[in-house]
Each structure stands twice: as structure tokens, then as C-alpha cells.
């Protein structure tokens, strides 16, 4: 048990050691230096000058703000009124929540969480372990989620209804169909459907209209698409949570960018993501900028593996040997954004295998391996995304790139018009082994090229179970290989550092000679706000804990 | 009225036509106002055609080096956010524009001109059915048009764009012309060539057209300049070409939330072209309404 835990921390501390800042602190502290002359000056400050609102940018959502049905953009809804057993800090470990702790079993194939005593929803009723064995049994069951829970996939091959038992009144255990040492982050926010919800509720479409959950927010208002107001919700457990704003609101906006000019005129007090270039823009005297590790996540790139014409591996390693990546992650990225990435999402992690060669841009070598595949003068083919500031550049470098070798890439952005998702849809296939899904360009699922983002996670096992490995639901690659499969079965269950990575290595080697998925870069999150604004906290999934915000 | 009286009058009615053309033509090459928008559509024209070459750079090629870059003896524009060119992606982009706006004004006028002569020839309930759809019809914004039958059609093609835009613009063009129809055909060269037995479309094309070109000409202008700004926005909602295109309106499209990180030019140059353009045709709308009297 104490390796598996001395492995999760080892995680941790590594992210800690990559996390920077923008600014220099000596920009800080003059900042400090100012905003400390004010106050002797005798401008008022404190408490007696907060703000009474928080103003929050944040992405646009895609799916509804409920657990069940909740994905990119919902997720930032639900972190604020959501409470999960334990929650993803911004170095990449785990803090205890409703869990106050956990143990495992040697072999790490049966987990069991104390439970906090005290906590209740913020409808002012306890939270009980039925509640919680509900939250994890109910998934499973689409005679009660009717079909939709897009969590589900979080725990194939992991977990199942059997395996979730309330032991006592403090105390369940989850008996797992496999071994897997990093099982506390599939209970933590990162799994962000997978908030506590009360016994029998209904965690589809028309929960966000309660928002009934065990967080440190209650949701006063909320405009599907637009902003959610919160205030403190009074039942919280941590009784020395004492919010200085009297509510929190979160606005979403399309592009970061157009946040800018809110946040240059006060009327935003934060900015939850936004672009190297902007951030590097602001002015540092008034604006704070950090940025954070966010693991494997933000923008993949897709290449059909069953289907259309990058079927043949060679293609894929032909596309890939296109990108100029140190190019990209200095130029576009401005060297904050993000670092090289070598095409699988082991890299950012320190149980990555650091012997396996970086992947460079390669032109001989990629029109050799077009030529030997029978199409040295490339083809013709679209690429499917949504729009958004990152994944815009992103898929302009891929159409760039791609040229190179006379692929030519027609980019198929939807929200290019300032809508969201409507087109390139995130409504799961089921990417079994087998069947093959048939082309749909309007969809992430099932177009041949296409871009989707992911959340920053601490380890990297839900890419891996939902994106690589050949039951995923979200392969948008869909690769189908055993000896991959094999690879992450290996890496989920082994329990040390050092079978870990063993097992990391050979994902790596398959991920770069399969090459499904191009990760030219491993992103960092970019976040922004006053300067005179403190404690707001930011996790690699974008998560926001605004429990010690306040005004300097 | 004799054969020859009408031949007579069809005779005299072309020489007049004639001499008024001259007249015109020579009023329309000393009006500064003309010159001027003919002189600055004539460079984005030649820009149109031989923008491949001029340009320095490819639409899509990406410099890691200048990324939103300020204008340099490099890159006389700057650089957008993608470390592209922006001089080149504004030449580029003319092209596009360019055949885009003159393909569906054309469109239009093709068909305005058609529906406008048969119902101004015509009359009666043909006439007034037509025209009340095409009041109906022009009624509705030309850009919530568009959007729909764009969205409809689930297309970004520049062809789909110009038929809508075309489509959209025949009901105004239609009326105009039907209007100055309505007055041609009361007069006696009408009603000769009709004595003289020439057949309908022998009459609408051959002696109608010509006199009804002036307002034709000038509504074809008005709308060249509406086609501008109408696919230029479209192209700035997303619709109509492909993200990432140098389309001007895709241009700023892609690079105006960078104003507020003080990165105005790859905004300001596009837009200024539009503008540019724009303005020079509604200088030579403005001179021929003057010298045509409409």
C-alpha cells in the first residue's frame, strides 16, 4: 500500500517541480510593493473594499452541467457546486474531500474509503455511504440513467455495480475487475461526472436545475450556455470555509480572448484559460498570469485507424513526421503554453520512459513512407473540430504541416461562427473491436481526422482506458492493437515506479510505431486575473476552487 | 403604321440610343468621382489576378519565428497568431472576394433582369403574384437569408455561397428592372416591334434591354457592394468558406479578439481592404446614378 501511495506522490511532486510561473517574481513583488503603499497610504483595502461578486471566465460548455451528461465546458459548472471523495489539486495529487482516507490491498485490486463524518448536500440533508454507493452503482444501470452516462466509460474493465460495497455507516469499498494503483483518481474530480448525488435523484438533463450536491457552492442561478451564479452553501463540511465574496459567478465565453477586454476593464476578475499570446500581452503590473502543467491533456489530434485513408500506419507516421513541434511550442506557444510532445500520453508523467527518441519533423522520411504506402502524391481529406482559440492554431498547423506531403487538408471547424458543438458532436459510438463505425465528418467519433479535447488529468490512465486501449469510448482513433492493449493493462495494474515504467515504455514504442493519436505538445494551463486578487485555485482539468479567493 | 414607318422608328430610336451611349461614356471618363473608384478597383482587380504572384509567401505558411509580429521590412503587414503572413493572406485573399462578389452579383442581375422583364412585359396576374413573393421575400434581411440556406444546406463552399447570394439578390434587381420596364413598354418602339411581328423574346432582349440599361447597370454596382459586404460577413460568421481560409472576413474573423492584446494588424489590414474595395465601387455606383439621371 505505502508504494502505491509513495507512486501517487511521486506524481505529484514532479508536477509540482514543472509548475512555473509567468512572471518574474520581482514583477510580484513589486506588484506587492504597490499594492502595500495603497494601503499604508490609507486607501481603503481589506475586507471593507471586497468585492461582493467574483466574475469567473470560462470556456463554453458543450453538454448539460449534470453529472450523468456532463463534457467539456459543463464540467468548470459542475467543480463549483460538486463534491467528489477526493478532488485533483493543480500539481496533480489528490486532496481528501468527502474521503477522509483510503487504503488498498497489496495488490491493489480492492480500495476502501472512510468517510468524512457531517457531510451534507446543500439542500441541508446529510450525505450518507448510500449515497455514494448510488453515485457508483447507478452509472451502470441505463434503466435509471435512461441510456445516458457519458462517466460510464471511466470504469470499463475497472469497476462494475457489483464491485461497489457499503461496508459501514464511514466506510465503502470498491472491488475492482483489475488491479490499478492509481484507483483514488478514478473517485477524484478528474472523473468530474462522478460528483456525489443523493440516492434515487436523477443525474441526467434537469439536474442542473437543483444543482443538489455536497460542494462548498450552492447555485443560485443558472443560464444553460451563458453563466451560473453561486453563493456559499451553508451546510458545507469545512466549517472554516468562510467565502469573502458573497457570490461567485462563472461566464462563459466562446474565445478566451474576447474575455480580454473584460478582464482589462474590471468587470472579469479571472480568466480560467487562455492563449500564450494573450496572456504574454497583459499588462504584468495589474494582471497576474500562471500556468500549470495539465498532464496529458487539452488538444489531440485523431487519425482513423479502421477506416478512411489513414488506415495504413505508415501514413500516420508520415503526417506526424510533418510537425515542427519545438517550432510550434516556442513560436505559437511562446514557450509557456506547452511542452514537446512525443505522441502518446505518457509524456508529461514522470513514470514516462525518457530513452524512447523524440519523434522530429522528418520531410525524406515522410514522403519515403507515403511512397511506400502508394500514395506518394497524398490525398485529400477534411478535418473535423470545434472551435476554439488552442485547437484553431492547432488544426492550422496540422493543415500546414500536412501539405508538406500533399495531404491536403479541408479544416471543418464548427463554432467558427461563435456556436458550439452543434455540428462536431461528442455523442459516444460504441468503439468496440470490430465494428466498424461508418464515416460521419460531423462527428468526433467517426471522421477521419479530427481534433478533441481532453481534460489535464494527474495520471494518465483515463487516456488510456477511454482513448487507446481497443474497448475506449472515446478513441476517436479507434485503434484496435493487442500489443497496446497488453501495454496498458500492464501499466493500470502495476503497483511500483519502476513497473510502471516498464509498462510506460512500451505504450510509448507502440504509441510512435502505431501513431494513432499525434500529441505534438503537452499543453500547460494559462490562467489570468487581477492582480490584487489571491487564492483562486486552478487544476489541470480546469476545475476552479475558489474557497480562499479574496481581494489583497 | 406602315412596315416602314416602324422600321423608321426602330432606326432612329438606335441612332438616338447611340449618341446617348457616347454622351454617357464620355461624361462617365471625365467624372473624377469614377476615376477614382475605377482606379482603386482596378488594382484589387489586378491584385485578383495576379495575387499568386505578388504575393511573398502562401496563404497557410506559418513562420515560428514572427508569430504576431508587428509590421516589418519582412513582413510589411505583420504576422497574425499563427505566424502567417498577413500582406500575403490580404493579396491572397482578394481573389476569393473578388470572383465570389462578381459571381453572385452577376447571378442576380442575370436573374433579377430575367424575372424583372417578364413581369414589367407581362402584367397582369403573373406580374402580381411574382411580385408579391419578391416583396415577400425582400422583406427578410439578406444576410438571415443567407445564414439559413447556408445552414440549410450544411455547405462552406464559395460556390454555394455565390447561388445564395445571387438568389437572394434577384428579387431587388427583379424589381428594379421591372419598374423601368413598366415605362419602356408603353412607348412606340415597343408597340413597333410588336406591329412588326418580332417575337416576345426578341422584344425584351433586343429592343427593351438596351433602354433599360442604365438602371441595370447601376443596381449591378449597388449590389456588387452589398455582395462584398454580404460575404465578407458571412465569411466572419464561419459560413461560406473554409476556417482558416485568407478570406478577409475569415482574416479578421480569426484575429480580432488579438486586439486587445494590442495585435490590431492582422485585423486592421483586412478590414481596410474591405473597406477599400467596398468604397471604390460605391464610388462608381454614386458617379453612373449622376450621369445616367436616375
Known amino acids: ?552 | 403604321m406602315t412596315e416602314s414607318t416602324t422600321s423608321t422608328i426602330a432606326n432612329k430610336s438606335d441612332l438616338e440610343r447611340k449618341q446617348i451611349r457616347r454622351e454617357r461614356i464620355s461624361l462617365v471618363l471625365k467624372d473624377k468621382t469614377f476615376l477614382v473608384g475605377a482606379f482603386i478597383l482596378s488594382f484589387w482587380i489586378i491584385l485578383a489576378i495576379f495575387g499568386s504572384i505578388i504575393a511573398p509567401h502562401g496563404a497557410g505558411d506559418q513562420d515560428f519565428n514572427f508569430v504576431s509580429h508587428s509590421p516589418t521590412s519582412k513582413f510589411f503587414f505583420g504576422t497574425d497568431a499563427n505566424g502567417r503572413d498577413v500582406f500575403s493572406r490580404v493579396i491572397l485573399g482578394t481573389r476569393l472576394i473578388v470572383v465570389m462578389a462578381f459571381s453572385a452579383t452577376i447571378l442576380g442581375t442575370v436573374l433579377g433582369t430575367s424575372l424583372g422583364l417578364a413581369t414589367g412585359y407581362f402584367k397582369g396576374k403573373f406580374d402580381m403574384i411574382v411580385m408579391r413573393l419578391v416583396e415577400a421575400i425582400s422583406a427578410i434581411p439578406v444576410l438571415i437569408i443567407a445564414l439559413l440556406a447556408i445552414a440549410a444546406l450544411e455547405g462552406r463552399s464559395p460556390t454555394l455561397t455565390v447561388i445564395v447570394i445571387g438568389f437572394v439578390f434577384t428579387p431587388n434587381i427583379g424589381r428594379t428592372v421591372r419598374a423601368a420596364v413598366l415605362g419602356e413598354s408603353e412607348l412606340e418602339y415597343v408597340a413597333a416591334a410588336r406591329l412588326r411581328t418580332e417575337r416576345t423574346r426578341h422584344i425584351l432582349f433586343r429592343e427593351i434591354l438596351p433602354n433599360v440599361l442604365p438602371p441595370i447597370i447601376v443596381e449591378f454596382t449597388v449590389r456588387l457592394g452589398y455582395a462584398i459586404f454580404a460575404i465578407a460577413t458571412l465569411s466572419f460568421l464561419g459560413a461560406g468558406v473554409e476556417y482558416g481560409s485568407p478570406n478577409w472576413g475569415s482574416q479578421i474573423a480569426e484575429n480580432w479578439g488579438n486586439i486587445y492584446s494590442n495585435v490590431w494588424w492582422p485585423t486592421a489590414f483586412p478590414a481596410l481592404a474591405i473597406a477599400s474595395l467596398a468604397v471604390s465601387i460605391n464610388l462608381i455606383s454614386d458617379s453612373l446614378l449622376e450621369i445616367f439621371e436616375l
Open chain 1, 1 to 552: 500500500m505505502s508504494e502505491i501511495n509513495e507512486d501517487i506522490k511521486e506524481i505529484a511532486s514532479s508536477a509540482i517541480s514543472r509548475r512555473h510561473f509567468v512572471q518574474g517574481a520581482a514583477a510580484v513583488a513589486a506588484g506587492a510593493a504597490v499594492v502595500g503603499l495603497a494601503s499604508c497610504g490609507g486607501s481603503s483595502s481589506g475586507d471593507s473594499t471586497q468585492s461582493k461578486t467574483l466574475r469567473i471566465a470560462t470556456g463554453k460548455q458543450e453538454h448539460v452541467a449534470a453529472p450523468w451528461e456532463t463534457s467539456g465546458g459543463s464540467l468548470f459548472i459542475l467543480s463549483m457546486v460538486g463534491e467528489w471523495l477526493t478532488w485533483q489539486l493543480p500539481d496533480g495529487s489528490l486532496e481528501p474531500r468527502i474521503a477522509e482516507s483510503w487504503t488498498s490491498t497489496p495488490d491493489a485490486k480492492s480500495w476502501t474509503f472512510k468517510i468524512r463524518e457531517g457531510v451534507m448536500f446543500n439542500d441541508g440533508t446529510p450525505l450518507t455511504v448510500d449515497d455514494i454507493v448510488y453515485t457508483y452503482t447507478a452509472i451502470f444501470d441505463e434503466d435509471i440513467t435512461k441510456g445516458v452516462s457519458r462517466s460510464k466509460g471511466n470504469y470499463d474493465n475497472i469497476l462494475d455495480a457489483a464491485g461497489v460495497v457499503k461496508v459501514d455507516e464511514t466506510t465503502i469499498q470498491f472491488n475492482l475487475l483489475q488491479a490499478n494503483g492509481n484507483f483514488p483518481y478514478f473517485v477524484s474530480s478528474a472523473c468530474y461526472g462522478m460528483c456525489i448525488i443523493k440516492k434515487d435523484a436523477f443525474g441526467g438533463a434537469g439536474w442542473e436545475s437543483t444543482m443538489i450536491a455536497a460542494g462548498p457552492w450552492k447555485m443560485v442561478s443558472h443560464v444553460n450556455t451563458e453563466s451560473t451564479v453561486y453563493t456559499l452553501n451553508e451546510f458545507y463540511w469545512d466549517k472554516d470555509f468562510k467565502p469573502k465574496f458573497d457570490t461567485v459567478e462563472l461566464v462563459q465565453f466562446v474565445s478566451a480572448a474576447t474575455a480580454l477586454p473584460q478582464l482589462q476593464t474590471g468587470e472579469i476578475d479571472f480568466i480560467g484559460a487562455l492563449e500564450a499570446a494573450d496572456a504574454v500581452a497583459l499588462d504584468k503590473d495589474k494582471f497576474s498570469v500562471e500556468t500549470l502543467p495539465a498532464g496529458a491533456g487539452f488538444a489531440h489530434v485523431h487519425m482513423r485507424t479502421n477506416f478512411g485513408p489513414f488506415q495504413d500506419k505508415r501514413i500516420r507516421q508520415a503526417a506526424a513526421l510533418t510537425i515542427d513541434r519545438p517550432g510550434y511550442v516556442d513560436g505559437i506557444m511562446m514557450g509557456i503554453g506547452g511542452r514537446v510532445g512525443n505522441d502518446s500520453v505518457m509524456d508529461p508523467y514522470n513514470t514516462a520512459d525518457t530513452s524512447v527518441p523524440q519523434r522530429e519533423k522528418d520531410l525524406e522520411k515522410a514522403k519515403a513512407l507515403m511512397a511506400e504506402a502508394g500514395v506518394p502524391n497524398g490525398f485529400k481529406v477534411d478535418l473535423s473540430s470545434w472551435a476554439r482559440d488552442d485547437i484553431n492554431k492547432y488544426a492550422n498547423l496540422i493543415k500546414t504541416s500536412f501539405a508538406e506531403i500533399g495531404i491536403e487538408v479541408t479544416l471543418v471547424i464548427d463554432g467558427s461562427d461563435g456556436g458550439s458543438a452543434v455540428y462536431y458532436t461528442y455523442d459516444p459510438y460504441p468503439s468496440k473491436p470490430g465494428p466498424v463505425n461508418q464515416f460521419d465528418n460531423h462527428s468526433w467519433l467517426a471522421s477521419n481526422l479530427g481534433i478533441v479535447d481532453w481534460a489535464g488529468r494527474g495520471v494518465p490512465d483515463q487516456y488510456l482506458m477511454r482513448e487507446w486501449r481497443s474497448t475506449g469510448d472515446w478513441s476517436g482513433a479507434q485503434l484496435d492493437s493487442r500489443e497496446m492493449d497488453a501495454a496498458i493493462d500492464e501499466y493500470l495494474q502495476a503497483i511500483t515506479p519502476e513497473a510502471k515504467k516498464t509498462a510506460s515504455k512500451k505504450i510509448q514504442e507502440v504509441s510512435l510505431d502505431e501513431t494513432p493519436y499525434i500529441l505534438a505538445y503537452t499543453s500547460n494551463l494559462i490562467t489570468a486575473g487581477r492582480k490584487d486578487l489571491e487564492g483562486m485555485v486552478v487544476n489541470g482539468m480546469g476545475q476552479f476552487d475558489a474557497r480562499k479567493a479574496k481581494n489583497a
